[in-house]
Structure formats: C-alpha cells, structure tokens
C-alpha cells in the first residue's frame, strides 16, 4: 500500500471496492439460496438469515457505487457516468466495462423491486429476483477481466472461495428443489389411487407428504360418489333413506 499516492488513490479506491463488492454479492447470493429453501445458519433461526440477506444487499450496493464512482472519478481512464450505467458503450475496455455496467443494471432491478416488493405482485418480484442469478456470473467475468489482481496469490484464492460457495449453494439448492418436485409426484404415481386404503395409500397420505391427483382419478371418483350416480358403489345411503 505504500504507492498510495493523491494520483492513485482513486485507483486503489475502485479497485478494493469492487473487490469488496464482489465478495459481498458472493455472501448475497448463497444467503438468498438459504432463505428460499428454508435454510438456516447454525444458532440463526430463519429470519436473521433473511435481514443478514437484506442488509448485506444494501451494504455491497454502497460499495458497488463507490466502486463506481471512483472509477468515474478516477482521472487516469476516462470513463463517463453514463457508460458505467449504460453497457457496452465505455471507449476504456468497452466489453469489461460492459460487463459490470450489464451487472450493475440487473443488481439496480433487483434492489429496486425489492423496496417495492410491497406495491409489485410476488409472482413479479420473484420473476424479477432470478436476475440475481443473471447478474453474478456477469459480475465475475467483469471482476475477472477488467484486472489481472484476481488472478493471482489471495485474490484468487478469495475468488476462488466465493465462486465455490456460490455454486454449492446453487447446487444444493436445485438438488432439493428436484428432491421436493419428487416427493410431491411419487406417491400418487406409486398407489395409482392416493386416497386408497391400503399400506400404500396410507403412506402417500402420512403428515407432511403432498398428494398429487391427476385429474381423470378426481373425476372418476366423483363420478362414483355422486349422489346421483346410479351405480351400486355409490355412497352408503342413510338409514332414512333406504327406509322410503
Ligand atoms: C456488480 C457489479 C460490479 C462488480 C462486482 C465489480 C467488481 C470489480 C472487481 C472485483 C474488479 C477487479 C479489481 C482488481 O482486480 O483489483 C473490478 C475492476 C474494475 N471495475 Fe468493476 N465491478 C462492477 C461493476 C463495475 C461498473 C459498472 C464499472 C463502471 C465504471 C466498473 C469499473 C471497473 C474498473 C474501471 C475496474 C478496473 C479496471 C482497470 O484497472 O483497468 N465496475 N470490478
């Protein structure tokens, strides 16, 4: 740190930040992995996990715009606000810079329908949310490309870990969202008739497993159980009834 200088600076300043940055997006996105499969974090109940979510997103946003603005502001490389917002348009490497203006609009789109998750639709907020997905790979190849210091000694070893995290999280995450997608289809495929009562469809109907009928199955047994179905396996007539 000793080439710290007034001309540098600035220099210094964009580039910790948005080493920073990166790490803090990395933490964001395994902790929304654990929020939207129920995890927790050892001694955290669930909600601490979703306010550490929160506030760690609004703390990567501040060092996302100080990473930002001091390379703006940073007049070794002339890079205009608007191209830093605007992807693909910076005369200083237009497509590494491209890349992170690219992951800063999508990281904005999520922040912003987040504070007004209120006032959207969840299906629209949610929709909006899977750009979070989008915009880390896009980040990463930004962070990878625009320097050569993650390449190297512990910045790479930090890169490393984030990028380990963050895919063992989206991968346990899509191997129980599969195991879930199973269990929900299994038992009524298995009996064949899931209110059955027999073994098996006592099993498909034990506390905490979901029941899936198809709808000729809902059909035919309303048809069966009709009040006005002539067929004798009809509900049993009341007492009253079979007297008239
Ligand atoms: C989610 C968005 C972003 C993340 C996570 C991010 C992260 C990073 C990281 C980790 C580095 C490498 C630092 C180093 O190697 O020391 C970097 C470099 C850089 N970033 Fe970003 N960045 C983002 C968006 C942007 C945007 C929108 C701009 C537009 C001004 C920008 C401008 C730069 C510049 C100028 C460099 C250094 C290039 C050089 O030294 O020649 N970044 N960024």
Redesign the pocket.
Known sequence: MSGITQSTALWYA??AT??V??VL?SIVVILGVMVNRQGRLPGLPRFAVTGLHRSISLIAVVF?AA??LS??ADQY?S?RLA??IIPFTSSY?PLQ?GL??A??DL?LAVVVTSLLRARLGRRAWRAVHWLAYA?YPV?LL??LT?????LSGG?LALTATCVLGVTAAVGYRLVSTRRVREQRIRPAELTGHAGGSGPAGVRACAPGNTVSLRASTVKTAAARYSPDAASPSGPPRTTEGAQR
Do not use: Q, T
């Open positions: 964009s580039r948005g080493v940055s990166l997006l996302l990473h930002v390379a703006v490389v890079i191209a830093a490497l810079i992170g203006a992951a800063l990281g915009a980040a930004h962070s625009s320097a050569k210091d993650l910045l």
